[in-house]
């Protein structure tokens, strides 16, 4: 036992002490905080300016006795705006004048397009999703002011009209308002993060179990240590390692939010920086501040990371899956590593146990939509998967007549990795002393067989 | 008083026996020669002795008592595939390796200072292995299989890879703890690089021990009563002289001299040869022909195969 906490010791201290440890500690919640605030600044900050051709192809003079015009319908009713600039014709251009001309896009409006709400968007460069939107709401605008004109309908009354639906869905159980859905999306989260962990920790038990059987080194050791204490060591060592990294993520990261949470807070609801961040669509903007239902959703979302999450809960039960579903498959990466001679030769091994990690995940993907399907119910039971798939489901919350789907689930997990441990402590005893062979199926079922 | 006894191991691969009922006594303070052909089952055997495996038959007894877990420590192993983190410091890695072997941290980290000045590498304790010459990096091998002063070493292939000067480096210091009281097994197909160091040897070959004991004996046993005799002179008077009661077996000139290999027939003894061939030519000198191990590994092999 004492040397076994020695290698744990060695494989501890000789991973936390490298460069690329430190920084990425330091980086990880910096650069996850920094990628989601680019993306979110990136989404705003578009400054391309699009000058786009609307290309009207209304008729000029409409034969309806209460909508008499002049000029063809959207002639000057599309609202501009710094980035936006129009230019009306009711002449389409071949995609080759285009193409040398000074438009970024062109927009053909059939004459038909108030029966048949459809248009065309010619492009060099494909615009942004928000350009786009945009276009499509100041189109829509006026094809619907131009049909409340046809049915006799007073803007007023239209927007008294028009509503929004807002579904709150109420557990039956304790009548509390259920926010499901959006907890599992916090559950997907840490469903990611073991994904990630049991990767990046798996390959280095791999890395670590390659590098002392081709340095030679692992003969001189296991002639004081036992086969098992040295793999173990590693795999105990490393998961050390993984832990270390995911606390000082929490501490850093909430260290970093509380700092910048004051700032962000406000600025989230306060409706003048909302309207200040969306320049483009002022109007949108405008209304946005004044809308609840945008507030609520910042509310929800504030509320949702704040209250709804039990994190003492979910951060026990993800180092508890986590470390169980890294045992399992670090354990049989431990066993690929020593049954080859080199990095080329793992490819053939590492198929099945990426099989399982990346199922694992699709099936967390389907429990967002679907969280009580069977198959979800089942692949958060099997070991090889429920590390993944379970994460979610914790985060959903179980009935209180379902919690022995948790703890089944556990035990399981447990039952899963103490068994690849045994198989791959076989495989991985003969493999370390075993050189210049290639390594098939069937030669690994052999050693599974052979006496200690 | 044998320090390790092994008795009738038996050890099976799925497709091969690598040791097939083999019994060996090592005596304590020997250095002890275990030589065979690659792939007679040398390793096979110091790996049971070092408890890496286990054995199908047979058992071990260390100091009389019957191998154990708690005898590691009192062995020392330098494996034929032998390495070293390349990424950690040497003197960290001498000190770990040290640590796995029971040392305490205090302990070992003076005895290494210790053999590092004695081995000259000193300077490198905060090096990395990387950065170390393959000689140097012998060298701490060498040091860590050793430092924790074991009674019993044992030294797969010691002199594979080791250029001269570090060899014979290797070999005194072998020397120097068998007489201190250390009993050394070496094993090596290479038999002339261990012959004249080695007290006791065992022979392997194909999974069985064809021959074993105290070289003296073993030479004795073997040698045949050929003598090797230099001499000048004439070549034809010196063959008629001989007569019946010796046979010539080989002849050969050396500048001036003829080196003549000649069996002793019939009882006859050196003083019968010398009087004989005295009167005829100018004898420079006589030599009794020892067999080498390789001759008696040949010799055995090829009477055992004839069998």
């Known amino acids: ?452 | 008083m044998d320090i390790l006894k092994v008795q009738r191991i038996t050890k099976t691969y799925a497709n091969h026996t690598a040791l097939k009922s083999v019994s060996l006594s090592i005596p304590k303070g020997s250095i002890f020669g275990l030589l065979g052909p690659n792939g007679a089952g040398k390793t096979s055997l110091i790996r049971i002795i070092n408890q890496i495996t286990g054995p199908d038959k047979g058992k071990i007894t260390f100091n009389g008592k019957a191998l154990a877990p708690e005898h590691i420590e009192k062995i020392g192993y330098l494996p034929e595939e032998r390495g070293l983190y390349k990424k950690m410091k040497v003197g960290e890695q001498a000190l770990y390796l040290a640590t796995l072997k029971g040392m305490s941290k205090k302990e070992a980290k003076a005895k290494l200072k210790e053999w590092f000045e004695r081995f000259d590498i000193l300077p490198w304790w905060d090096k990395k292995v990387e950065e170390l010459s393959k000689g140097m990096a012998q060298k701490v091998q060498f040091i860590t299989t050793v430092m924790h002063e074991p009674e019993f070493i044992i030294l797969d292939e010691p002199f594979s890879g080791f250029d001269p000067i570090n060899a014979n480096l290797i070999k005194e210091e072998i020397l120097r703890l068998a007489e201190a009281g250390t009993t050394i097994m070496l094993s090596t197909h290479n038999m002339s690089s261990v012959e004249e160091i080695c007290t006791h040897i065992a022979l392997i070959n194909k999974s069985k021990k064809v021959l074993d004991g105290p070289v003296d004996k073993i030479r004795t046993e073997f040698k045949d009563g050929v003598y090797e005799l230099v001499f000048q002179g004439d070549m034809l008077s010196f063959t008629n002289a001989l007569w019946t009661n010796f046979e010539l077996i080989s002849n050969s000139k050396k500048g001036q001299d003829t080196v003549a290999k000649i069996r002793l027939l019939n009882d006859s003894t050196v003083n019968d040869l010398l009087k004989t061939v005295l009167p005829v030519v100018e004898v420079k000198s006589i030599n009794e022909v020892i067999p080498s191990m390789n001759d008696i590994f040949i010799k055995v092999v090829e009477k055992k195969a004839k069998k």
């Open chain 1, 1 to 452: 036992m004492n040397k076994t906490k020695l290698i744990i010791e060695r494989e501890y201290m000789s991973r936390v002490k490298k460069k690329s440890f430190i920084i990425m500690t330091l980086l990880g919640p910096v650069l996850i905080a920094g990628l989601l605030s680019l993306g979110v600044y990136l989404g705003i900050s578009d400054t391309t300016v699009y000058n786009v051709l609307v290309v009207d192809q209304t008729p000029a003079i409409s034969t309806g006795s209460l909508t008499q015009r002049s000029q063809p319908l959207f002639w000057n009713r599309l609202k501009e705006t710094s980035q936006m600039k129009f230019d009306y014709s009711d002449l389409a251009m071949s995609n080759v004048e285009f193409d040398s001309s000074a438009y970024d896009l062109m927009v053909v409006l059939k004459d038909d397009i108030v029966t048949h709400p459809e248009a065309e968007m010619v492009f060099r460069t494909l615009p942004s999703m928000k350009a786009r939107s945009y276009l499509e709401d100041e189109i829509e605008k006026v094809i619907e002011e131009e049909k409340l004109k046809l049915n006799e309908i007073d803007k007023r009354t239209y927007d008294s009209i028009k509503t929004h639906l807002n579904l709150i869905s109420v557990d039956a159980e304790d009548g509390t308002t259920s926010y499901k859905q959006q907890q599992a999306f916090v559950g997907f989260g840490f469903a990611i993060l073991i994904y990630f962990f049991i990767f990046l920790y798996g390959v280095q038990v791999m890395r670590g179990v390659m590098e002392e059987k081709s340095n030679r080194i692992v003969e001189v050791l296991i002639s004081s240590v036992k086969p098992f204490q040295l793999m173990m060591g590693k795999i105990v060592g490393i998961a050390l390692v993984g832990l270390t990294q995911f606390l000082l993520w929490v501490i850093l990261t909430s260290v970093l939010f509380s700092l910048t949470s004051g700032i962000l807070v406000g600025e989230l609801v306060n409706p003048e920086t909302v309207q200040a961040q969306v320049q483009m669509t002022d109007e949108v903007a405008a209304q946005a501040a004044n809308d609840p239902m945008a507030q609520s959703a910042v509310n929800d979302i504030l509320e949702l990371i704040f209250y709804r999450i039990n994190w003492p809960l979910m951060i026990g039960l993800f180092i508890f899956y986590f470390l169980g579903g890294y045992l399992l498959y670090a354990s049989l990466f431990a066993a690929i590593g020593a049954a080859v001679d080199n990095e080329t030769d793992t490819q053939q091994f590492m198929m099945p146990i990426t099989i399982p990690l990346v199922f694992g995940f699709i099936v967390s993907e389907f429990a967002l939509s679907n969280p009580e399907g069977s198959a979800v119910f089942w692949f958060s039971q099997i070991p090889l998967t429920s590390p993944i798939v379970m994460m979610v489901r914790v985060a959903m919350g179980f009935s209180s007549g379902g919690a022995w789907q948790l703890i089944l689930s556990m035990l399981l997990l447990v039952a899963g990795f103490i068994g690849a441990v045994w198989l791959a402590a076989k495989i991985y005893r003969v493999g370390i002393l075993m050189y210049g062979k290639k390594i098939s199926y069937k030669e690994l079922m052999k050693w599974l067989k052979y006496k200690s």
